[in-house]
């Protein structure tokens, strides 16, 4: 649209030096290409959309089918080249995993790798969100990924890397593009907007690439959206209205309501807010607690911690299809009682120490009286004792008595019988 090109067309990388956020990815690739006997039958490129994994493969392929190849950065100048630069390369053959998922295409892309290539030294498949493959179009690709012809090469791309099998895995190099960083996007964009002439504020840019969500493309997109929109002069209001946002102003007042703890204004902020993408407010109102907890350098994590919990919750709330009007004020009334169950917190806590200090002090003056008690247990002990071995005498000598009166009697007896 800007000089009639996209933004993320006209500006996407050409080289390996010009790939955004990605320089581990970028180093390890350009020296495979150094060395042609570095090279792997097969590569995988994970990560979020648009972090550059379809522009690094498109780059690979054209550096590895360079007419000065074995380099880390392609001439731009040969025919090979310029053919890979206008997508009209014959050996770089690109093929959407969502719309070519079948078996059958599979077979007609395995089909394809029995001829060799026709300009340059390799013929390079580029499969692009390769997990939408089926089962069958995965066990179709096994053989012949994990032993192609040796002009072959596999490049696959992906944004979900767990739904590809495990035997698909294991048969591929993987590379894993990371989320690129907002400091990053920030300065690529203000880069862009001066080679445009585009006016801006900054915390106009800073909301497109919050928007952006950690996608470059997405970030380009909604960027030249804005362009036209400000026409040609960014402003944040501008901005704010366009993306359908709050005011970060309006959401830095209700958090100091909130932390004022006054209800009755909290109450008419919300109403004036109610009308907006609850979602989007309480993603936006994430980054205004972020910002003052930076600000104030970690102090009152408690109370942090707690904001954060409770905008956690709502969240949750939301993804469950809950009303959304009763989420908004639930969830903001929920932060101002957040003082008062701290002071509750507080008197349970003094309740605690306190029965703790009282179960202390009987503890010890148990073990204080112990050893009397320990004395005296052991004297009615011995007393027991020599009462039961009285006892015992007593019950041996009476027993014995007793029977030596019954043989006196006996005795007695038979002496009687034989004088009659």
């Given amino acids: 649209m800007l000089n009639g090109q996209v933004l993320a067309l006209k500006y996407r990388p050409k080289n390996f030096d010009e790939l955004i956020g990605q320089e581990t990815v970028a180093i390890t690739l350009k020296n495979t290409l150094k060395n042609h006997k570095r090279l792997a039958h097969a590569y995988l490129f994970s990560g979020l959309r648009g972090s550059g ?68 030294n390799f013929k390079i498949f580029i499969i692009d969100e390769v997990h939408m493959l089926t089962k069958e179009a995965f066990n179709a690709l096994l053989k012949t990924l994990e032993e192609p012809p040796e002009y072959v090469k596999f490049i696959l791309a992906t944004t979900d890397p767990m739904k590809l099998p495990q035997t698909i895995l294991s048969r591929t190099q993987h590379f894993h593009f990371k989320r690129i960083n907002p400091n990053l996007i920030k300065l690529h964009l203000q880069k862009i907007l001066k080679l445009e002439k585009v006016e801006f504020e900054e915390e106009a840019l800073d909301i497109i690439i919050r928007s952006g969500e950690g996608s470059l493309r997405d970030t380009l997109t909604i960027l030249q959206q804005a362009i036209l929109f400000c026409d040609n002069n960014l402003q944040t209001k ?70 954060f919990s409770i905008l956690n919750e709502a969240k949750q709330l939301l993804f469950i299809g809950a009303d959304t009007e009763f989420v908004l004020y639930f969830t903001f009334l929920q932060m101002l009682d957040f003082e008062a169950e701290n002071k509750e917190k507080k008197n349970i806590r003094e309740i605690n120490e306190n029965q703790q200090s009282i179960i202390s002090q009987n503890v010890k003056r148990e073990e204080n009286t112990e050893p009397h008690q320990n004395n005296y247990q052991y004297e009615l002990i011995n007393y027991m004792n020599i009462w039961e071995l009285r006892l015992f005498i007593y019950y041996i000598l009476f027993t014995a008595f007793d029977n030596l009166f019954y043989l006196f009697d006996f005795f007695i007896h038979e002496l009687l019988s034989i004088s009659l």
């Fill in 53 to 120: 994994k379809t522009s690094s493969a498109r780059i690979f392929a054209k550096t590895l089918l360079c007419e000065k190849a074995p380099v880390d950065i392609a001439c731009e100048e040969c025919v090979s080249c310029q053919m890979a630069n206008n997508n009209s390369h014959i050996d770089i053959i690109e093929i959407d995993g969502a719309s070519n998922r079948k078996i059958e295409d599979i077979r007609d892309l395995i089909q394809q790798t029995k001829y060799r290539p026709s300009i340059g």
């Fill in 238 to 307: 501008l901005v704010i209205n366009m993306l359908g946002l709050i005011n970060p102003d309006i959401l830095r007042e209700i958090f100091q309501l909130i932390k004022d703890k006054k209800k009755e204004s909290l109450l008419k902020k919300l109403e004036e807010v109610k009308n907006f993408d609850i979602q989007q407010l309480i993603n936006q109102f994430v980054v205004i607690v972020k910002e003052n907890l930076i600000a104030k350098g970690g102090d009152n994590i408690n109370f942090y911690s707690k904001i």
